[in-house]
């Protein structure tokens, strides 16, 4: 009983850092109606930016997120101008191709800058174990769960209460009608891209903070694809559930069935929910009349 709570706190705090890139996922997509596949190298360009944050500045962990986040937030918004915006109109696959490009390009200029060597990425947190019940969790591990549990209580409050998530709700219904009624459509993209890179950042620091900082960290981008897909690309709280479990079940098959399945532990889980749900465990059931 003791190694399956192990199993279950270890893979809840890595479900935490899938949820949160997932959550950037379903934002993007819920505004707009593209899966942005550049979300895992822009999770790696903005840990890197707050590692050189740390340098420059030794900053501790809650002054580190109140410099990184704008930062991330202007990255956004910088590269749907310039990479996005020219593309309005244009077919939905176009614009995903637009995003694979972009995941390289921030590849290839993250490697360019800071190197291919992986790098410590110490933030202040104590390294005493604080144990809950049976389960030692680090500090920076009980901070990811936290900072899941608070991006999912804020992205609820948002979209439920204040009238520009309310209006990026319209949008993700019917984007045409949005645009009839005088809702900015291309400001919504605009703050769909700042709000997913800075949850991006977000999860970047934490992740880093939990192993190192490298450049294959954008590989939790692909990793954590099964959970929004789990969840329903187009529900951002269903994303961040999604990510809990996808964690959880690729630690279990890890520690119960040996170590080459965690990698494939999430995907045969949406292929399963898929086969039952193609919307996803929490995504809207699309209608077409024929």
Same mark, same amino acid.
């Given at each position: 009983?003791?190694?399956? @709570?192990?199993?279950?706190g +270890?893979g809840?705090v ?17 505004? =707009? ?12 360009? =903005?840990?890197?930016i707050?590692?050189?944050l =740390?340098?420059?500045l030794?900053? +501790? ?8 986040? &704008? %930062?991330?937030m ?13 593309m ?10 637009? =995003?694979?490009?972009? +995941? ?6 993250? %490697? ?23 389960? &030692? ?8 769960? *936290? +900072?899941?549990?608070? @991006?999912?209580? *804020? ?13 990026m709700?319209?949008? @993700?219904?019917? /984007? ?11 400001? %919504? ?31 939790e ?18 994303a ?9 079940? /690729? ?6 069935? *040996? ?13 399963? %929910?898929?086969?039952v ?14």
């Open positions: 009983m003791e190694y399956f @709570a192990l199993l279950l +270890s809840l890595i479900g935490a850092t899938y949820g949160l890139v997932g959550m950037g996922f379903a934002i993007i997509y819920k505004a =707009t109606g593209v899966v942005n596949f550049a979300q895992g190298e822009l999770l790696m360009l =903005t840990a890197y707050a590692f050189s =740390t340098q420059g030794s900053l +501790s962990f809650f002054p580190l997120l109140l410099v990184t986040l &704008p %930062i991330a202007v990255l956004g918004v910088l590269l749907e101008r310039i990479f996005i915006r020219p309005l109109g244009e077919p939905a696959f176009s614009i995903v191709m637009v =995003t694979v490009g972009l +995941s390289v390009i921030l590849r290839g200029l993250t %490697i360019m800058i800071w190197g291919p060597d992986p790098h410590e990425f110490p933030i202040g947190l104590s390294s005493a174990v604080v144990h809950l019940g049976p389960v &030692p969790f680090y500090p920076v591990q009980l901070y990811a769960l *936290g +900072s899941l549990a608070v @991006a999912t209580g *804020g992205a609820w409050a948002f979209f439920r209460f204040t009238r520009l998530g309310i209006a709700r319209a949008v @993700a219904a019917n /984007e045409a009608a949005a645009l009839l009624m005088g809702i900015r459509v291309d400001r %919504i993209h605009m703050l769909a891209w700042s709000f997913s890179a800075a949850i991006a950042a977000l999860a970047g620091v934490l992740f880093a903070a939990m192993f190192k900082l490298g450049p294959t960290i954008w590989f981008g692909l990793r954590s694809f099964p959970a929004v897909i789990l969840g329903g690309l187009d529900s951002v709280l269903g961040a559930l999604g990510g809990l479990v996808v964690g959880v079940v /690729e630690n279990m098959a890890q520690g119960y069935l *040996g170590q080459g399945l965690r990698e494939i532990a999430g995907f045969v889980v949406i292929v399963l %929910i898929l086969m749900r193609p919307y996803g465990l929490f995504g809207d059931r699309q209608i077409e009349r024929v």
